[in-house]
């Protein structure tokens, strides 16, 4: 496995072949080395593409590989819902055919058959679930929203899941949303779509795509930071 020394930090990565891509694409995931995607490269030019993303990658394995601080969710627990975090309580129901998650407005409730007790990784696809409905519910409102406002034109919006993506815009100009996009504060939500907007005129990350973006959002910059705390990869 490649690897070079920055500062105190050994960074490891793996290449990964995606000639269907158009750019190259580094992702840092928990325990594992760094990926870079995209298309062939030789070793010399994956070494000079991750040794230019080395400050991120180090603040994202960090970031990444923090101890868990909990395994499970119990009442008193924080879950996190458009860019804060709200108390979560977790009611014991015998009768239950299966564990529900709903959200109050002010808190999440989940009903488990199994005590007061949740373990993350079964909370895990009702989180996911209830990200989903959210944005299904509120992304495509708030895409036609951002077309009123930039001239821009979105043929249409999907929610999907991806493995390191917050969004993508295609080909035929189709905005697709990751669910998780829904733990995000509005105002970056806001970024992800216009971003998402301005590839249907500019696909690659070019300074013509920048400029379109700052057009519309001048204050840019500060949501893609914030968007960066994330952990998914360094691309949108």
Request: hydrophobic content about 40%; charged content about 25%.
């Amino acid at each position: 496995m490649p690897r070079f020394q920055y500062g105190q930090t050994q960074i490891e990565w793996r290449f990964q072949c995606a000639p269907e891509l158009k750019r190259h694409y580094v992702t840092v995931e928990r325990g594992r080395p760094a990926l870079l995607r995209g298309p062939m490269l030789e070793p010399a030019e994956q070494e000079a593409l991750v040794r230019r993303r080395a400050r991120w990658i180090r603040e994202k394995m960090a970031l990444v590989n923090q101890p868990l601080s909990v395994d499970a969710v119990v009442t008193g627990s924080r879950l996190r819902y458009a860019g804060r975090t709200y108390f979560t309580e977790v009611r014991h129901v015998v009768d239950l055919d299966v564990t529900r998650l709903w959200f109050t407005a002010s808190r999440f409730v989940i009903e488990h058959t199994d005590g007061t007790v949740i373990e993350t990784h079964q909370l895990a696809p009702l989180l996911e679930e209830f990200y989903r409905q959210r944005a299904q519910e509120k992304l495509p409102t708030r895409v036609r929203y951002w077309e009123r406002q930039t001239g821009l034109t979105a043929q249409a919006v999907r929610i999907r899941h991806f493995q390191s993506r917050w969004a993508s815009c295609n080909a035929r100009n189709v905005l697709e949303f990751h669910p998780r996009v829904m733990e995000l504060p509005p105002s970056v939500q806001d970024y992800v779509i216009v971003h998402e907007l301005c590839h249907t005129v500019e696909k690659s990350h070019t300074r013509a795509f920048w400029q379109e973006v700052a057009r519309h959002l001048p204050q840019w910059r500060k949501q893609h930071e914030l968007l960066e705390r994330g952990v998914f990869g360094d691309s949108i």
